[in-house]
DNA sequence: TTTCATATTGGGAACGTTCCCAAAAGAATT
DNA sequence: AATTCTTTTGGGAACGTTCCCAATATGAAA
């Protein structure tokens, strides 16, 4: 019933020509056809409708203009709108590009991995939750890594100045006054995170002359489960109104459900306690009141991301480029002036 | 320097069999081999570093246990939540789950149609901006269909009772004393969708004796920018407070985004005006007032899509299934009991 | 041991393109 | 008209698998 079969070779028979000029026509490369033929040629196409099987193209060509987009959530508004980056520039030169959220199941990134192993995509750009840098060499094909990997030397990488972002969120608390400055974010996948983080909030603290209290700094993912167990642990802590003023969450998820989690049991955020977020998704302008949060250039991450790998995928090696954006405050209303008086 | 093209013959020359023998090893298809053939076979392999190269057995076997799934967008809860089950479930069995979102782009659909066409994928789920469905028949690889469409009489579909959906959350807000209730979809896509939730609310009205005023219909797009530019048009109509008590939102992202830009305009959701969601995203919860919506089964909606294309797709064709579940209330804090004296 | 059934193996022919190179046909130059 | 150059065409040979079928090895039954 449906469409049997109908190879270069039937349009050849019927235009009256070889399968070679059929193969010039449909394939862009250029060769030169008469006009003529052309004509001949697209009209017998139309007239079988026949379709060009880009499987054995690609199998000939080695070359199949599908990049896979490997991210942990495509859910979060701050992955998804690199991801659209990438797909905007890369459908410019004619990739397509294909979409795997991990979800940050080891097991689902073990199934992508072997899925772009298996010569089914020209190029990868991916955020690894194991940064297992030996599989991504193992791709077999070019490869951009997504985040500040340090540990990745001889891949290439485009990411945010994740120290420099914290430190923007510390400093912007200190200045309004803050001085006991608690700090939420993940050990979920690389532990470096944790630590750039971390080290900024400590260096931060130490630059200040302001004490360090191991207590303000809470561990959790970077979820909504996460913003409801971190407001918990808050909460719990004793004495927490005399030991914190602000709060600088991993990212804006995180800060957002803070935020709701928060109110609910009456802590006002932005008079009670200033929060801020980090990444700037959209719905951070959504909450009440309004989130101040550090904001990463998504677009520009993943647009230097496509443009990097298209290089790679037309065969422009060279040393591995590290490409690190910094972050850029903006500032809402969720931290408070304490250099006012109430 | 990288991996020169091992093929099946280089581990058929290395563990001295025939190439028919290394395929059945590495493909799973059951043919029998002696464990001792197997044994050396694996070694070879793994020895040569061999991968095998899918797209040349999926110009053999015409399957490529690639499946896409292509929805609006991506970043939406809704769809993302949808998807995430359809890969679940996929996955299950054997296969691979590509995501495209189209972003509401025509020109985006047609591209992912285009890749679809080209016998890259053994199946397609979508919701098409375009409902196109020559173009869905045309694709020659089985397609379900996500949402509610008469129109699309051949093909299999799933998704949920759009006039029951809309009907339930009328019906709350009537027997909570709501007596003017207002209603925002959208044009966007399909227009049965506008027609069908604006069906149910004119016959709720009818049912009950209801006057009703075309004013209150708003007509935006189911996004943030609708959500503003509806609550912009609600404010600024005149004598809105002794005209409308009540609003339902076509989605939750423009109901969640309302709460918010209510609130900015001094309007308190839940208290000035009553508010009812659609489809129950996470975020749904996390307002403030918590919003009160109707939920959809998204889980339930990606998992029978899949367990229907699976089925296709292993050739069990016959009349086309049409799968339409029915919406359930999630009773929140944005709507107001204006049966009880205040 | 012979005979038959069964399990395992190997060799070519697909699958539908593109690539390479040579041949043919035109166009331009002498 | 003969020569050279350029454009257009065609015919195999890949690309790396799987499939089909025949051939061989293995084991059980007679």
């Given at each position: 019933?449906?469409?049997?079969?109908?190879s270069?070779?039937?349009?050849?028979?019927?235009?009256?020509?070889?399968?070679?000029?059929?193969?010039?026509?449909?394939?862009?490369?250029?060769?030169?056809?008469?006009?003529?033929?052309?004509e001949?040629?697209?009209?017998?196409?139309?007239?079988?409708?026949?379709?060009?099987?880009?499987?054995?193209?690609?199998?000939?060509?080695?070359?199949?203009?599908?990049?896979?987009?490997?991210?942990?959530?495509?859910?979060?508004?701050?992955?998804?709108?690199?991801?659209?980056?990438?797909?905007?520039?890369?459908?410019?030169?004619?990739?397509?590009?294909?979409?795997?959220?991990?979800?940050?199941?080891?097991?689902?990134?073990?199934?992508?991995?072997?899925?772009?192993?298996?010569?089914?995509?020209?190029?990868?750009?991916?955020?690894?939750?194991?940064?297992?840098?030996?599989?991504?060499?193992?791709?077999?094909?070019?490869?951009?890594l997504?985040?500040?990997?340090?540990?990745?030397?001889?891949?290439?990488?485009?990411?945010?100045?994740?120290?420099?972002?914290?430190?923007?969120?510390?400093?912007?608390?200190?200045?309004?006054?803050?001085?006991?400055?608690?700090?939420?974010?993940?050990?979920?996948g690389?532990?470096?995170?944790?630590?750039?983080?971390?080290?900024?909030?400590?260096?931060?603290?130490?630059?200040?002359?302001?004490?360090?209290?191991?207590?303000?700094?809470?561990?959790?993912?970077?979820?909504?489960?996460?913003?409801?167990?971190?407001?918990?642990?808050?909460?719990?802590?004793?004495?927490w109104?005399?030991?914190?003023?602000?709060?600088?969450?991993?990212?804006?998820?995180?800060?957002?459900?803070?935020?709701?989690?928060?109110?609910?049991?009456?802590?006002?955020?932005?008079?009670?306690?200033?929060?801020?977020?980090?990444?700037?998704?959209?719905?951070?302008?959504?909450?009440?009141?309004?989130?101040?949060?550090?904001?990463k250039?998504?677009?520009?991450?993943?647009?230097?991301?496509?443009?990097?790998?298209?290089?790679?995928?037309?065969?422009?090696?060279?040393?591995?480029?590290?490409?690190?954006?910094?972050?850029?405050?903006?500032?809402?209303?969720?931290?408070?002036?304490?250099?006012?008086t109430?």
């Amino acid at each position: 019933m449906k469409d049997t079969k109908i190879s270069i070779l039937e349009v050849a028979r019927l235009a009256g020509v070889s399968k070679s000029t059929v193969s010039r026509v449909i394939s862009d490369r250029g060769g030169s056809v008469s006009p003529k033929t052309l004509e001949r040629v697209n009209r017998a196409i139309e007239q079988l409708g026949y379709r060009r099987n880009s499987i054995a193209a690609g199998l000939r060509t080695r070359k199949s203009y599908m990049v896979l987009v490997m991210i942990p959530d495509v859910a979060n508004p701050f992955w998804s709108e690199i991801a659209k980056a990438i797909q905007d520039q890369l459908e410019l030169a004619g990739y397509s590009v294909v979409l795997g959220s991990t979800y940050w199941s080891e097991e689902r990134e073990s199934r992508y991995y072997e899925l772009a192993r298996m010569s089914r995509f020209d190029g990868v750009i991916l955020n690894s939750v194991t940064d297992n840098i030996e599989r991504i060499k193992n791709l077999g094909v070019p490869a951009v890594l997504i985040g500040e990997r340090t540990a990745a030397q001889n891949i290439d990488t485009v990411g945010t100045d994740t120290m420099q972002a914290a430190r923007v969120g510390l400093e912007y608390l200190y200045s309004l006054g803050h001085r006991k400055i608690a700090l939420a974010t993940s050990e979920h996948g690389s532990e470096r995170y944790l630590s750039l983080r971390a080290r900024a909030h400590r260096e931060s603290l130490h630059e200040k002359a302001l004490p360090f209290d191991p207590e303000l700094v809470f561990s959790v993912t970077l979820n909504e489960e996460g913003g409801r167990t971190l407001v918990h642990e808050f909460l719990t802590m004793h004495d927490w109104r005399g030991r914190a003023d602000g709060l600088l969450c991993g990212n804006d998820i995180l800060a957002i459900t803070a935020i709701n989690e928060f109110r609910k049991f009456g802590v006002i955020p932005g008079i009670d306690l200033s929060i801020v977020g980090m990444d700037d998704i959209p719905a951070a302008s959504q909450t009440y009141p309004p989130l101040t949060t550090v904001r990463k250039p998504k677009e520009r991450i993943g647009r230097i991301a496509a443009e990097l790998l298209l290089r790679r995928m037309q065969g422009i090696f060279g040393a591995p480029e590290k490409h690190l954006f910094s972050a850029e405050l903006i500032i809402r209303d969720s931290v408070r002036d304490k250099r006012k008086t109430t």
